[in-house]
């Protein structure tokens, strides 16, 4: 969709783009979280951690989510370019 957009720079392509883009990026940090990283996982003994933590201070694993998002995020905005 992007290279369809860069092709045409419709606002239809335009709007086309950002919503696979975002698509992408919310799958993406789906399966890094629950697939990759073993994480959200409701009925753990660690709250939404993985049973077995190979670090012993939680926080660090909370903190790999938000970096794993906020990676995600930045594969969007170049997605579309601003003009």
Do not use: C, E
Not at 49 to 76: C, E, T, W
């Amino acid at each position: 969709m992007r290279i369809a957009y860069n092709i045409n720079k419709g606002d239809g392509w335009k709007a086309i783009a950002w919503v696979f883009s975002s698509v992408a990026a919310i799958f993406g940090t789906y399966w890094d979280l629950v697939f990759d990283w073993g994480l959200l996982q409701r009925h753990s003994k660690n709250r939404w951690l993985r049973d077995k933590l190979l670090v012993p201070h939680k926080s660090v694993y909370f903190g790999a989510m938000v970096s794993s998002k906020r990676r995600n995020q930045k594969k969007i905005i170049p997605a579309v370019d601003k003009s």
